[in-house]
């Protein structure tokens, strides 16, 4: 069973930054496209950002040239590095793991098999 933790959230002022962390143990993450997702009080979950096997990568169309996702196949970590942010951006975030091993990785949180139990940002104003 993977299990996936993530870890780095917290509360930074608008403009700041802020990185990410998915450690995944359990599975063979090198295989695995990773993706982020988030959730914002009241709303549906949304793609952020993923990274596919190959490392090749998508980002939600809010997020493109503020973050960007990377691997460390080595250490079986995944990272969301978050520039810029917006207030807008304040949700829970949440990273999942897809074992379909696509050269494009997914954008629907439906397809992905593994969640982990998210890490809440804050983004004050």
């Known amino acids: 069973q993977v299990q996936l933790v993530e870890s780095g959230g917290g509360l930074v002022q608008a403009g700041g930054s802020l990185r990410l962390s998915c450690a995944a143990s359990?599975?063979?993450?090198?295989?695995?496209?990773m993706g982020w997702f988030r959730q914002a009080p009241g709303k549906k979950r949304e793609f952020v950002a993923a990274?596919?096997?190959?490392?090749?990568?998508a980002y939600a169309d809010s997020v493109k040239g503020r973050f960007t996702i990377s691997r460390d196949n080595a250490k079986n970590t995944a990272y969301l590095q978050m520039n810029s942010l917006k207030p807008e951006d304040t949700a829970d975030y949440y990273c999942?793991?897809?074992?379909?091993?696509?050269?494009?990785?997914?954008?629907?949180?439906?397809?992905?098999?593994?969640w982990g139990q998210g890490t809440p940002v804050t983004v004050s104003s």
């Open positions: 359990g599975g063979t993450f090198s295989g695995y496209a």
């Open positions: 990274i596919s096997w190959s490392a090749d990568n």
């Open positions: 999942a793991a897809d074992r379909k091993s696509l050269l494009t990785p997914s954008r629907d949180p439906r397809n992905y098999d593994y």
